[in-house]
């Protein structure tokens, strides 16, 4: 069972994304906050997965995921922001959140998205992504090839597939690995591309015009 917690100043968003959460039968919402109660409920209940609203009043999202990363063994975090544009999306990068998703994200996605985020996929909404593309601050297209160039064709390979969000046990899969050489590549990449997460990876593919190997 997928343990969530959804942190939102907003009472209807938070019982929305409960109500299609619990819907499914791997998943359980076990709290719904807003920022205030946001640390003491994940600390407490320790869930695989926290959806955190990007902008609240008193305590923001930046906050909280700031604390919630500097803490042992933290959950996974996946922003929830109103606009696939917000300038915030990238500090949350930076944070160490590892999904972004848009507030009318289709409910028939929204499960499938809080499954990958807790095998340890990326998460990015069509419109975030194109966005984070655009306005990431690392460098043009030649130096998003470079770093890709670094690269060995095996660990290109499932470089690729990671901006489908795929899991490792998916990526490996598709490529014939066991999850644990696509772990131990995947390793490599970030080390290689000098950037600290998947998710940073992936928009580096995706400015490369690294596309994911055919199934």
């Not at 003491?40 to 955190?52: F, H, M, S, T």
């Not at 305590?59 to 922003?79: M, N």
């Not at 131990?184 to 998710?199: A, G």
């Amino acid at each position: 069972m997928i343990r969530v917690v959804v942190v939102d100043d907003e009472a209807l968003v938070r019982s929305g994304f409960a109500f299609i959460l619990n819907a499914a039968d791997d998943i359980e919402v076990v709290a719904t906050v807003d920022g205030p109660d946001a640390l003491d409920a994940i600390r407490a209940l320790r869930p695989d997965v926290v959806l955190l609203d990007i902008r609240m009043p008193g305590l923001s999202g930046l906050e909280i995921l700031a604390e919630v990363r500097s803490d042992e063994d933290p959950p996974v975090v996946g922003i929830l922001t109103t606009f696939a544009a917000d300038e915030s999306i990238a500090r949350a990068l930076r944070e160490g959140a590892t999904g972004f998703l848009v507030k009318d994200t289709d409910p028939e996605h929204l499960a499938a998205m809080v499954r990958s985020l807790a095998a340890g996929g990326v998460v990015l909404s069509p419109g975030v992504s194109r966005a984070l593309v655009d306005g990431f601050s690392g460098g043009p297209d030649l130096e998003a090839a470079r770093r890709v160039a670094l690269l060995t064709e095996r660990e290109r390979d499932v470089l690729g597939c990671l901006p489908t969000g795929d899991s490792n046990a998916e990526i490996g899969r598709r490529l014939h690995l066991s999850s644990a050489t696509v772990k131990d590549h995947v390793s490599s990449i970030l080390s290689k591309m000098s950037v600290s997460s998947r998710v940073e990876a992936a928009l580096i593919a995706e400015r490369a015009g690294s596309t994911a190997p055919r199934r």
